[in-house]
């Protein structure tokens, strides 16, 4: 027992010392007995130490630690210089100018030359409206306007022959009053002769006869030119009133044929055909509703901001959107002008804030956008489109004024 003991004290002494005081075990040396062998012993795996584990978890930690300190720094300087002056709702929808076309004139539908979903351009026939008695129409109208014609020439050439006649007049009152002159010296000598007894009484009264005779023809003559040149103006009355009835004839002959233009159905503006009622062989009528045209180029965007974000919005600034149907691509535009009203304020039934109990609600004021032309001119945006709207505003920008529309 006491050269074991002694045995292991002395290999305790010969082990050499590490750091920590861990004492490294040396190989076992096989030793030779009188019993069985006995199996060797297999060496210790090295342990790792402790330190370099605590080590290694604190650098991960200060790294991600670092990385949200400036991840955060990050997103803080982003917002100081630009979030802050954002305003951004996604209560905004993609508009456009809407015509609703509808019948002026009555009849059957005989033709439709437009698809749903189909472009067309300003001044092209969509639809035609049997135009058979709007023909007829414009006929009659034109007739009457060809017989009003040949009553003003008729008038006309009656004003010629009258004046011709004022004319002849005229000419016989110079023959009579050449006629005065004669008659009025053969009365002066007939009135010498009868002083000095060379004439008779007879010639006298022949002379003054004669004489009075031209004078009352001369007067005959005057009152047959006033009154020929009366018939003049009496002609020019008639071929007035002759005039006027052709004016208000061809009113009615410009009415008919407007009425027969009418029976074509054109598209007002360049855009693309939607929500088509009409169909070949419908009745229509004045205000029968036949189908809708989308002006493309009118497209914008209307975004409904609450009351509250409206502080620095202005006309002019620009903005950034994304529509839904589009993913994560970015469009550009402009802030074109600001509702004078609340959506409510125009509804259908707006409310009554004076009756009953009140619970304040923000309300919200539409904003028209205009987008790039080049967005425009793609025609991909539909109305009624879902877009997300940022507005890059101005700090220092005062609220936008009635009536106020960038250019």
């Known amino acids: 027992m006491l050269d074991s003991s002694a045995a292991k004290s002395d290999a305790s002494l010969h082990e050499p010392a590490v750091p920590g005081g861990a004492p490294v075990a040396e190989t076992a040396q096989p030793t030779r007995s009188a019993g069985p062998a006995k199996a060797a012993v297999a060496p210790a795996a090295p342990a790792t130490p402790p330190a370099r584990r605590g080590t290694g978890r604190k650098r991960i930690l200060a790294l991600i630690a670092l990385a949200a300190v400036a991840t955060g720094g990050w997103y803080g300087m982003d917002w100081w210089t630009t979030g802050r002056f954002i305003v951004s709702t996604d209560d905004a929808y993609v508009r456009a100018d809407t015509t609703i076309l509808a019948a002026k004139a009555s009849g059957y539908v005989t033709e439709v030359l437009v698809r749903d979903n189909s472009a067309v351009k300003a001044g092209e026939i969509l639809a035609k409206i049997d135009d058979g008695d709007y023909r007829l129409a414009v006929e009659a109208a034109a007739a009457k306007v060809a017989t009003q014609d040949a009553v003003l020439a008729r008038v006309d050439a009656q004003i010629a022959a009258q004046q011709t006649a004022v004319q002849q007049v005229r000419a016989q009152l110079g023959v ?112 029968t509703r036949l189908l809708a045209v989308v002006a493309t180029a009118s497209i914008y965007v209307e975004a409904n901001l609450k009351e509250t974000q409206l502080a620095r919005v202005r006309p002019g600034e620009p903005v950034t959107l994304k529509v839904d149907a589009f993913g994560e691509q970015t469009l550009t535009g402009r802030v074109e002008s600001i509702a004078p009203a609340s959506g409510a304020t125009f509804s259908l039934l707006p409310p009554e804030n004076a009756t009953g109990n009140f619970t304040k609600i923000v309300q919200r004021i539409p904003v028209r956008i205009v987008l790039d032309p080049q967005t425009v001119a793609s025609g991909r945006l539909r109305p009624g489109m879902s877009v997300v709207v940022s507005i890059r505003t101005d700090r220092e920008a005062e609220p936008a004024r009635l009536g106020q529309v960038s250019r």
Not at 182 to 187: D, G, I, K, S, Y
Request: charged share 25%.
């Open 176 to 287: 009579y009053e050449v006629d005065i002159q004669r008659t009025t010296a053969a009365l002066a000598r007939a009135q010498q002769l009868i002083r000095n007894e060379f004439a008779s009484q007879a010639a006298l009264d022949t002379a003054k006869a004669d004489r009075d005779r031209i004078l009352a023809q001369v007067e005959q003559a005057k009152a047959g030119v006033a009154s020929a040149e009366a018939q003049i103006g009496v002609l020019n009355g008639q071929r007035a009133e002759a005039e006027a009835q052709k004016v208000e004839l061809a009113n009615a002959l410009a009415r008919a044929r407007r009425d027969l233009d009418f029976t074509l159905v054109r598209s007002p503006v360049d855009g693309v055909v939607g929500n088509r009622a009409v169909q070949v062989g419908q009745f229509v009528q004045p205000g």
